[in-house]
Each structure stands twice: as C-alpha cells, then as structure tokens.
C-alpha cells in the first residue's frame, strides 16, 4: 500500500492497465457470445485508453520515470498480445499475423534492452505510435464486431484491413528502430 501511495498518477494508470489483462483474459474465457464480447471489448478499450492517458500525464507533468519507461511498453505489449490471441481462438485473426506481430515486438525488446545496456534510450516512434493506435482499434472491432446493433461484415473487414495497416507499420517501424541502432552492431 505504502508504494501505491508514493506512485505517480501515470504509473498508477499504467499499473490499471495491467490489472486489467487478466480480467479481460477472463471474461474471453469463460464467457462466450455478443454480451462477452461487450464486455471483453469494453475492458480494452478502457485498458488501450489509459495507454494514452498515462503517457499525456507523464509528459505533461514531468512524471517519466525509470518504471514508466519499462513498464508502459511492456504492459502495452502484454495487452495486445492477450487480444490476439483470444482473437486467435475466436478464429477472428489467423495465428501467421500474430506470430509476424509478436516476432518484431521480441526483436525490438531485445533491440532496446541492448540499447539500454550501451547507455542508449530508443524513444517511440511515430510510426511505432501509428502501429499501436492501428493495432488498438483493429483489436477492438473484431472483438466488438458481433454485437447485433453493428453493421457486423463492415465492422469486422475494418478490424482485418487496420490489423493488416498495423502489421505493416509494425515492420516499417521495427525497420526505423534497427536503422536508428546500427551503430551499436559494430562488432559483428
């Protein structure tokens, strides 16, 4: 309790985000139809919000800290990949997009803890930031797509068309990442 309370206003959203995984992973597994899907939809989106609101705070009140740096990418990584996995088992995205997704983002983690380790911070790119706004709406489609008040077929080919945007700029910006850190592979 004592750490919460010494915790800045962006780590704790950030921390929600985290605590809300496993409820979103829990109401995509044991509960099935459109009013699952409200609620699984429901839960991230709330939990892909704070990813934008906890980096607002952060910037706008000079709040960065060392666990912001970790711990927003990695919850927002942990987040994504438990939707697309769920999605993976609702047979809503084929399991090859995933796997292409989660091959860069374990290449740029490793990238960046290399970075760290010589001293050098990989800020976020735009395009990483277009790739996680694309994969965060996509996300939210497919898992929203089968409530009876949408327009299902266009709800859920927008979920697939974003999903392909994003793995595109997931490529493009793991490109500008490892362009960016050349100079750190000078001893291969």
């Given at each position: 309790?004592?750490?919460?309370?010494?915790?800045?206003?962006?780590?704790?959203?950030?921390?929600?985000?985290?605590?809300?995984?496993?409820?979103?992973?829990?109401?995509?597994?044991?509960?099935?139809?459109?009013?699952?899907?409200?609620?699984?939809?429901?839960?991230?989106?709330?939990?892909?919000c704070t990813d934008f609101i906890d980096g607002h705070i952060a910037r706008s009140r000079n709040l960065i800290t060392t666990f912001g740096k970790f711990m927003d990418p990695l919850v927002d990584?942990?987040?994504?990949?438990?939707?697309?996995?769920?999605?993976?088992?609702?047979?809503?995205?084929?399991?090859?997009?995933?796997?292409?997704?989660?091959?860069?983002?374990?290449?740029?983690?490793?990238?960046?803890?290399?970075?760290?380790?010589?001293?050098?911070?990989?800020?976020?790119?735009?395009?990483?930031?277009?790739?996680?706004?694309?994969?965060?709406?996509?996300?939210?489609?497919?898992?929203?797509?089968?409530?009876?008040?949408?327009?299902?077929?266009?709800?859920?080919?927008?979920?697939?068309?974003?999903?392909?945007?994003?793995?595109?700029?997931?490529?493009?910006?793991?490109?500008?990442?490892?362009?960016?850190?050349?100079?750190?592979?000078?001893?291969?």
């Amino acid at each position: 309790m004592q750490y919460w309370q010494k915790m800045n206003l962006a780590n704790k959203v950030t921390l929600l985000r985290f605590l809300l995984v496993p409820v979103f992973i829990l109401i995509v597994t044991l509960f099935h139809g459109w009013v699952a899907d409200l609620l699984a939809g429901l839960v991230f989106i709330v939990a892909a919000c704070t990813d934008f609101i906890d980096g607002h705070i952060a910037r706008s009140r000079n709040l960065i800290t060392t666990f912001g740096k970790f711990m927003d990418p990695l919850v927002d990584k942990i987040l994504v990949t438990a939707a697309m996995v769920a999605l993976v088992a609702m047979e809503r995205i084929s399991a090859w997009v995933v796997i292409l997704i989660l091959a860069r983002e374990f290449a740029i983690t490793g990238l960046r803890t290399v970075a760290v380790s010589e001293g050098v911070v990989i800020a976020a790119s735009w395009l990483g930031k277009w790739k996680t706004a694309c994969q965060m709406v996509a996300l939210a489609l497919l898992l929203l797509y089968t409530l009876p008040c949408l327009p299902n077929t266009f709800i859920f080919a927008l979920g697939q068309i974003l999903l392909y945007a994003a793995l595109v700029l997931t490529y493009l910006s793991g490109w500008e990442y490892l362009k960016s850190c050349r100079s750190m592979f000078t001893d291969l």
